[in-house]
């Protein structure tokens, strides 16, 4: 494999990483708002786009860019999406349904009603004292 090719081949796996990053975010990073308050906004938003993507069945726009960089790199692309792909094999072999994607953006936000729910209460119960 030639040199650009390894290089389109590890901006590729970066593109992974950062989505697996973004998930992670999405799902737990209402944690992260008890130490840094400030990040609730960002925090927020990630949800919002997360569950808008699998609530209409969008495809996020690192799925393409990673797509386009494997095919840069000579490696085939894949047609389904980053969840589909990487996180269902492992999950749910059979695969991404519209059933599921509906499931998974509706966990999405029960996760997070309930991190943020716990963590307002613990924020009124510390004013209140």
């Known amino acids: 494999m030639s040199a650009v090719a390894n290089m389109y081949r590890l901006l590729a796996d970066l593109v992974v990483l950062t989505h ?14 008890l ?3 400030g990040a ?3 925090h927020l938003l990630a949800v ?30 894949y047609s389904s999406d980053f969840v589909a ?16 994607q509906l499931a998974l953006g509706v966990f999405v936000i029960v996760v997070n009603l309930a991190i943020y729910g716990w963590m307002f209460r613990s924020w009124t119960r510390t004013k209140s004292n």
């Open 35 to 37: 130490r840094w308050r």
């Open 20 to 33: 697996v990053g973004f998930v992670v975010f999405v799902v737990l990073g209402g944690f992260l708002v």
């Open 85 to 100: 792909r990487y996180l269902l094999p492992v999950l749910y072999p059979e695969g991404l349904t519209r059933a599921l």
């Open 40 to 42: 609730m906004w960002i």
């Open 48 to 77: 919002i786009w997360a569950a808008a993507v699998e609530f209409f069945g969008w495809v996020c726009p690192l799925t393409p860019l990673e797509n386009w960089l494997r095919v840069k790199a000579g490696e085939a692309a």
